[in-house]
């Protein structure tokens, strides 16, 4: 390559990296904004709304993922449903809170007949109907479900005052700077490749900064916030920020992994430098059922 071809490269690579850290501060602030008007309001609606966007459309783009092997989900029933879930679950929380989730299991119930109608009413002769109604499932399952943990962590009524909207900040906050690490990381001194056949940009360095990262932000935000007193500072941060970081990375590998198997590079466009929602939220997905396994463990 000649000078002036490595000098554009560069210049290149460095304003995509101007711009992943511009989006993602936005990002970032607005993130604390749903969460300032949690702690301000004492509700938990703003939360409770963002998670319905974001589990509406990281089922969208799964369903997209899926129309690029020539299946065909219910694509707007399935997003549609993996949004409405957590007003299910804020009803349950609102209305019986700590007696069960009568609202969510019915809900859930619901759905599954209603695809199974549709099934019947619109694709009886689809030679891929099984196909079909398979990955319409694994979205709901996928985004939904592996999703409700974070809402649940966020909404437990077991836990003390203001407790479930810190450790929802200490959970993303855990995953998220792993990601940010691991990116700087990888990019700085990052030369074994950890995954080739799955994501050959994820090196073995990357990978052990962005774990260090997680234990480290856990490690000072835990002793840090008074309405986690409750819990073992110490062990709990260090089991928290190992479990969350090895899990988001793994996560983020299973997405790598669908898009792989469709040839594509993300799961959407509606973030620039970032892709889709599902490139956002994908080590949330693998490590919020942990998270709150953990809290559980630990309480």
Same mark, same amino acid.
């Given at each position: 390559m000649s000078r002036k071809g490595a000098t554009a490269l560069a210049?290149?690579?460095?304003?995509?990296?101007?711009?992943? *850290? #511009?989006?993602?501060l936005?990002?970032?602030?607005?993130?604390?904004? *749903? %969460?300032?008007?949690?702690f301000l309001s004492g509700k938990n609606v703003a939360s409770t709304l963002a998670l319905v966007a974001t589990g509406g459309l990281g089922c969208w783009e799964v369903y997209a993922l899926c129309e690029r092997k020539g299946l065909r989900p219910w694509k707007v029933t399935g997003a549609a449903a993996g949004g409405l879930l957590f007003v299910a679950q804020w009803l349950d929380a609102e209305i019986a809170p700590g007696e069960g989730m009568p609202v969510t299991v019915a809900f859930c119930l619901g759905v599954l007949f209603l695809l199974a109608l549709l099934a019947l009413l619109r694709r009886a002769g689809r030679a891929t109907v099984i196909e079909d109604l398979s990955v319409t499932i694994f979205g709901l399952f996928y985004v939904g479900f592996l999703l409700s943990f974070t809402f649940q962590l966020r909404n437990d009524?077991?836990?003390?005052?203001?407790?479930?909207?810190?450790?929802?900040?200490? %959970? =993303?906050?855990?995953?998220?700077?792993?990601?940010?690490?691991? %990116?700087?990381?990888?990019?700085? *001194? #990052?030369?074994?490749?950890?995954?080739?056949?799955?994501?050959?940009?994820?090196?073995?360095?990357?990978?052990?900064?962005?774990? =260090?990262?997680?234990?480290?932000?856990a490690l000072l935000f835990c002793p840090a916030i008074p309405a986690l007193r409750f819990l073992p500072a110490v062990p709990f941060a260090l089991a928290f920020g190992v479990t969350v970081g090895v899990l988001s990375q793994t996560g983020d590998l299973f997405e790598s992994l669908l898009k792989r198997s469709v040839h594509a590079k993300d799961s959407g466009a509606l973030v620039p430098e970032f892709g889709g929602v599902l490139d956002l939220i994908d080590g949330l997905l693998f490590s919020g059922p942990a998270a709150w396994f953990l809290v559980l463990l630990f309480r």
């Open positions: 210049e290149g690579t460095g304003k995509a990296t101007l711009l992943r *850290v #511009g989006y993602g936005g990002m970032i602030l607005g993130l604390a904004g *749903v %969460f300032l008007l949690d009524p077991d836990l003390p005052g203001t407790a479930g909207l810190w450790l929802t900040l200490l %959970f =993303l906050g855990t995953s998220k700077i792993g990601d940010i690490a691991a %990116f700087f990381t990888g990019s700085l *001194v #990052g030369k074994r490749r950890l995954a080739p056949p799955i994501s050959p940009n994820k090196t073995l360095e990357g990978s052990l900064g962005g774990l =260090l990262a997680s234990i480290g932000f």
